[in-house]
């Protein structure tokens, strides 16, 4: 390169950098400001934070209670299909079980 242009190639890297400096420090000040802010708005209303959290606590536990009713009644039907394939294959083998009439 000739020393004509070797200023010009640092003048353009130097702006480049300078460019990125400055984003990233206008990006660093955005981030504190939106961290201040959250921290503001909690010590704010602390009330609401812990209203969101008794309501979380009880989603989870209707979602928790739900899941136990869905499991249990698939493993009712796993075992009403299991007791009618063993009826079935005892029925081929000449066999029953017992059953209490009243």
């Known amino acids: 390169m000739s020393e004509e242009k070797i200023p010009e ?4 890297s130097f702006q480049k950098a300078w ?3 400055k984003m990233a420090d206008r990006w660093r000040s955005s981030h504190i400001h939106c961290q201040w802010q959250m921290t503001l708005s909690q010590r704010r209303n602390p009330y609401a934070t812990l209203r969101m959290q008794v309501t979380m606590a009880q989603e989870l536990a209707l979602a928790n209670k739900q899941l136990l009713m869905v499991r249990q009644a698939a ?5 009403e299909k299991e007791h009618r ?3 079935q294959e005892l029925n081929q083998m000449g066999k029953a079980f017992y059953v209490e009439r009243l």
């Open 9 to 12: 190639v640092e003048e353009q």
């Open 19 to 21: 460019g990125l400096k």
């Open 75 to 79: 493993l009712h039907q796993l075992f």
């Open 85 to 87: 394939q063993y009826q």
